[in-house]
């Protein structure tokens, strides 16, 4: 299982300066993702007080007298993306709420809650660009930008919306997912692995760092989470004491609930040995994940938290970026390329006059030869190169004049005159030459 680092971001790791993304910003943003109650409104809030005493303790009492005449930027900015949330224990920076109204939206498309939840998530995501904009300009001046999402987490995870607003996100700053979990309700294996399962589709989903937040930690020790997820033959014990579905005892040592039922009645069942092949399988998920406990209410563990962030900006800087600046370079060749095929066949199609496709002068040579040329003026003018001696100008063909470059009689680059007696003339596509011969 991967550990908390201190360690920060450096500018090395950003990537080359030739970059097409925009220079790495100072903040990283926190998707917080979670089902319902697990917390994630609770950790959102507490993670941003947290982050701003933290800042406010690191300013020395000089730059504190300044800041009394000049506002200093918050450490961390909220933004909360649950339109049906009724009460936050946060004030958001940006709240869906203030754009969409979740109960009018139920009512005039005739939804129920999560369709509700959905269609206001897909109307906000609507004006998202303007959204990204105010983010993009506070990523400059906050540590943090911490996205609060709706309690339903599929509907944020596997919603078109959900997935615009993450990958525009990560495409703008450092960003990770915090996979928030209700640390008392998960201490039987069936919702630890249901939890797990959870987890591991969106961090292969988004390919962000993920980062799982055991919440509740004044409730619930999640000292058994991590001997589950460090240990296989723990869990496994686990299962042997009954059915997967009981849970372990508050102190987290496997005694105690499960072991009331431990008669070894549940090894056998279906459920157990369907959790023992899951087990199996997430263990290459478990050795590249980061967890921590934290208790949202008292700021317990929240130190963990940040130095977690911090080491999965990094892992963004090293991982995710590198491969975004590869496919955005990749789609910007295909693009270009694209464009250069399309100038070539337009060209192609309007081929004038010339030694290589004058149509009315003949050149001896046949079409699909000809077609395979390129045609050295073409190339020129894809590459700015300067031996085009077009002046740029577009002339109507039905005007007297156009631009017949290497016409048959014209040098290359005169107006060639069209009519009685020119030579001049526009292959079309089917093979007929317009203006037609006499
Ligand atoms: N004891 C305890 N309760 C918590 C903690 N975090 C959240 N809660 C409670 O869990 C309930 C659900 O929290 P909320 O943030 O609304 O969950 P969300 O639906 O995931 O946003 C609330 O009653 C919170 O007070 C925590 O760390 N410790
Ligand atoms: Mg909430």
């Known amino acids: ?84 949330v009724n009460s936050l224990n946060y004030e958001p920076s940006v709240d869906i709420r203030d754009t969409i109204d979740y109960k009018r939206v139920m009512e005039e498309y005739n939804l129920g809650p999560n ?40 509907i944020f995870t596997w919603s078109a919306s959900g997935t615009i607003i993450t990958d525009s996100l990560a495409s703008a700053m450092p960003t990770c997912v915090a996979y928030v979990v209700d640390t008392p309700k ?4 069936a919702t630890f692995m249901s939890n797990m399962l959870y987890a591991c589709s969106i961090m292969y989903k988004t ?20 001997e589950w997820m460090s240990d296989f033959e723990t869990f496994q014990a686990a299962l042997q004491k009954g059915n997967a579905t009981d849970n372990v005892d508050v102190a987290g040592n496997l005694s105690g609930a499960r072991k009331s039922t431990g008669d070894g009645s549940g090894s056998g069942s279906y459920m157990n040995s369907l959790m023992n092949s899951m087990a199996l399988v997430l263990d290459e998920f478990y050795n590249n994940i980061r967890a ?23 892992e963004y800087l090293t991982e995710y970026r590198p491969e975004l600046e590869r496919l955005r370079q990749s789609r910007v060749e295909k693009e270009n390329a694209r464009k250069k095929e399309e100038v070539r066949r337009m060209m192609k ?20 030869e000809d077609e395979d040329k390129e045609d050295p003026r073409v190339t ?45 003339g526009i292959s079309i596509d089917d093979g007929t030459q317009w203006p037609p011969a006499a």
């Open 186 to 189: 998960t201490t039987a294996p």
């Open 292 to 314: 921590v406990g934290v208790s949202s209410t008292t700021h317990e563990g929240m130190s963990d938290v940040l130095s977690t962030i911090s080491a999965a900006r990094q």
């Open 349 to 368: 199609d309007l081929r004038v006059g010339g030694k290589g496709g004058n149509p009315a002068g003949g050149s001896g040579g046949s079409r699909a």
């Open 207 to 226: 390919k962000l760092p993920l980062i799982l937040v055991f919440n509740k930690i004044d409730m619930q020790t999640h000292d058994f989470a991590l």
């Open 115 to 154: 369709g509700g939840i959905l269609t206001s998530l897909n109307l906000f995501t609507t004006k998202f660009d303007q959204v990204l904009g105010i983010l993009e300009r506070r990523a400059a001046e906050v540590d943090q930008i911490i996205l609060d999402t709706p309690g339903q987490i599929e």
């Open 1 to 84: 299982m991967a550990t908390p680092s201190s360690s920060s971001s450096s500018a090395a790791a950003a990537g080359p300066s030739s970059s097409t993304l925009p220079p790495v910003p100072r903040a990283t943003s926190v998707l917080v993702i979670g089902m319902a109650g697990s917390g994630k409104s609770t950790f959102a809030g507490a993670l941003s007080d947290y982050v701003s005493q933290q800042a406010a303790q690191q300013q020395p009492a000089a730059a504190a007298e300044v800041t009394e005449e000049t506002p200093q930027s918050s450490p961390a900015y909220i933004v909360n993306l649950d339109p049906a």
């Open 380 to 424: 020129a003018m894809m590459r700015g190169e300067e031996d085009y001696d077009g002046n740029g100008t577009l002339l109507d063909p039905d005007e007297e004049e156009y631009m017949g470059q290497g016409a048959a009689q014209g040098q290359a680059g005169q107006p060639v005159r069209r009519g009685p007696g020119a030579t001049g």
